[in-house]
């Protein structure tokens, strides 16, 4: 499986980003998917999760500011992430399941930097 995340970059808080993640998987569309990030020195984290059939569910720190949605056609998950703010720097994946990754594989991330 091969899950392509990508969309980051820099911005200053308060700033918005759209994050996607293609999947090559068959399935897709049948699959829950889960965006997590990745702070250095801190441990891997689920941000945001989709089921197969569109129920959404957040993290606490992130609810309120970042939507999760999914474009099965296209095999793709997004993460629009508004009113960003410094602690969300890390780097982003995408993984199949809900809130727990199927995959060991997780691809190279998108990197988040929010400046103050």
């Known amino acids: 499986v091969q899950l392509q995340a990508s969309g980051g970059g820099l911005v200053q808080t308060g700033g918005s980003l759209r994050l996607s993640c293609a999947a090559s998987?068959?399935?897709?569309?049948?699959?829950?998917m889960t965006w997590y990030r990745q702070a250095p020195g801190i441990q891997r984290e689920w941000v945001a999760a989709?089921?197969?059939?569109?129920?959404?569910n957040y993290g606490d720190s992130v609810k309120g500011r970042f939507t999760i949605s999914r474009d099965n056609a296209k095999r793709t998950v997004y993460l629009q992430m508004n009113s960003l703010k410094p602690e969300d720097t890390a780097v982003y994946y995408c993984?199949?399941?809900?809130?727990?990754?199927?995959?060991?594989?997780w691809g190279q991330g998108t990197q988040v930097t929010v400046s103050s």
């Open positions: 993984n199949v399941g809900f809130r727990r990754p199927l995959y060991d594989q």
């Open positions: 998987i068959d399935i897709f569309s049948s699959s829950a």
């Open positions: 989709i089921s197969n059939s569109g129920s959404t």
